[in-house]
């Protein structure tokens, strides 16, 4: 693929998730995690019965649906009293983000949807769910949305190496990300690719072909997650028998600006590292610490003089 040299302002050397909503809607706009209790094909034996090895009882998100009993209304309002308090916000993305969330009949994803969008400040939908779990109607129902609210649909793709896709359960191939990718871009809806860093099995040169297939795919954003083992998973018993061990945090963050290199500068960064629960953590603990290790990253960018994109011929605006 041909990069074009251009000049991007950057004001943490990677195109990041914050800067990117406030230059749309002119202030901090927060992103609330809400569980619609739709499960998971992986999970549920529509694929499997026992899900990604890394993905926990609450499908990598709040369980605030299926260990609460909370409905879509009452996390709405107790996410926005949170924001509120927390950052000043008052605009919000209400972000489908436990489990699959187009894992149902499309009235049902029509009827959640809405309610989530029906309350005031809602800006934004973000759908997270998986490549094998899309079709033309239900793009169609997000594409609904679209005349009033920034839409984006979030694919777990994890790797490019469909031999590590098999290893770590994950029920897909890349053929099927591709294909819902090239499916999405004929509507109106943003698409976010996830991905891992620290796949058991993966060198760094793996993850960063991964880094390179993705800059060769028509998608608008990326989310970097660290690769974290949680109890009641099936990477904690590779992790207990030994057979895995998890990047550190120094070798991560090396990584990390390698990969980001590769990406081109249009792309939003929507995550950096993963964002482990405390009380269900095994390892490794350096990725409790958020803020430290974000400060971190952009502090080794500044060191290594180096930027998103700098290998797809991208520089700095001012530079």
Same mark, same amino acid.
């Given at each position: 693929?041909?990069?074009?040299?251009?000049? !991007? +302002?950057?004001?943490?050397?990677?195109?990041?998730?914050?800067?990117?909503? +406030?230059?749309?809607?002119?202030?901090?706009? &927060? *992103?609330?995690?809400?569980?619609?209790?739709?499960?998971?094909?992986?999970?549920?034996? =529509?694929?499997?019965?026992?899900?990604?090895?890394?993905?926990?009882?609450?499908?990598?998100?709040?369980?605030?649906?299926?260990?609460?009993?909370?409905?879509?209304?009452?996390?709405?309002?107790?996410?926005?009293?949170?924001? *509120?308090?927390?950052?000043?916000?008052?605009?919000?993305?209400?972000?489908?983000?436990?489990?699959?969330?187009?894992? =149902?009949?499309?009235?049902? @994803?029509?009827?959640?949807?809405?309610?989530? @969008?029906?309350?005031?400040?809602?800006?934004?939908?973000? !759908?997270?769910?998986?490549?094998?779990?899309?079709?033309?109607?239900?793009?169609?129902?997000?594409?609904?949305?679209?005349?009033?609210?920034?839409?984006?649909?979030?694919?777990?793709?994890?790797?490019?190496?469909?031999?590590?896709?098999?290893?770590?359960?994950?029920?897909?191939?890349?053929?099927?990300?591709?294909?819902?990718?090239?499916?999405?871009?004929?509507?109106?809806?943003?698409?976010?690719?996830?991905?891992?860093?620290?796949?058991?099995?993966?060198?760094?040169?793996?993850?960063?072909?991964?880094?390179?297939?993705?800059?060769? &795919?028509?998608?608008?954003?990326?989310?970097?997650?660290?690769?974290?083992?949680? +109890?009641?998973?099936?990477?904690? *018993?590779?992790?207990?028998? =030994?057979?895995?061990?998890?990047?550190?945090?120094?070798?991560?963050?090396?990584?990390?600006?390698?990969?980001?290199?590769? @990406?081109?500068?249009?792309?939003?960064? &929507?995550?950096?590292?993963?964002?482990?629960?405390?009380?269900?953590?095994?390892?490794?603990?350096?990725?409790?610490?958020?803020?430290?290790?974000?400060? @971190?990253?952009? +502090?080794?960018? !500044?060191?290594?003089?180096?930027? &998103?994109?700098?290998?797809?011929?991208?520089?700095?605006?001012?530079?």
């Amino acid at each position: 693929m041909l990069h074009v040299r251009i000049k !991007v +302002k950057m004001i943490n050397r990677y195109n990041d998730y914050n800067s990117y909503l +406030k230059g749309l809607f002119g202030q901090r706009v &927060q *992103k609330i995690s809400i569980d619609a209790g739709l499960g998971c094909p992986n999970r549920d034996g =529509g694929i499997s019965g026992s899900g990604c090895i890394y993905c926990d009882s609450k499908g990598s998100g709040s369980g605030a649906k299926v260990i609460n009993g909370k409905s879509i209304e009452v996390q709405v309002l107790e996410g926005i009293e949170w924001a *509120k308090k927390r950052y000043g916000a008052e605009k919000f993305i209400a972000y489908f983000q436990s489990y699959t969330n187009t894992n =149902g009949p499309r009235d049902v @994803l029509r009827d959640l949807y809405s309610r989530a @969008l029906s309350f005031d400040g809602i800006v934004g939908l973000s !759908v997270g769910t998986r490549p094998d779990c899309i079709d033309r109607e239900k793009l169609e129902i997000l594409q609904s949305f679209s005349s009033r609210h920034l839409v984006w649909i979030e694919y777990g793709l994890q790797s490019c190496h469909n031999k590590t896709l098999e290893a770590i359960n994950r029920g897909h191939n890349v053929a099927a990300f591709i294909d819902a990718v090239r499916l999405t871009i004929e509507f109106d809806i943003k698409i976010c690719a996830h991905v891992i860093l620290g796949l058991p099995g993966e060198t760094k040169e793996m993850m960063l072909e991964t880094a390179r297939f993705l800059a060769d &795919q028509p998608i608008h954003g990326v989310k970097i997650h660290s690769l974290y083992v949680t +109890k009641g998973t099936g990477l904690e *018993k590779i992790y207990l028998a =030994g057979r895995f061990s998890c990047m550190e945090r120094d070798e991560y963050i090396e990584c990390l600006i390698d990969f980001l290199e590769l @990406l081109p500068s249009h792309f939003i960064i &929507q995550r950096l590292t993963g964002d482990p629960d405390r009380e269900t953590l095994l390892a490794p603990e350096w990725t409790l610490y958020k803020t430290e290790n974000l400060n @971190l990253i952009k +502090k080794r960018l !500044v060191e290594r003089d180096t930027w &998103q994109g700098r290998l797809c011929g991208i520089t700095i605006a001012g530079r």
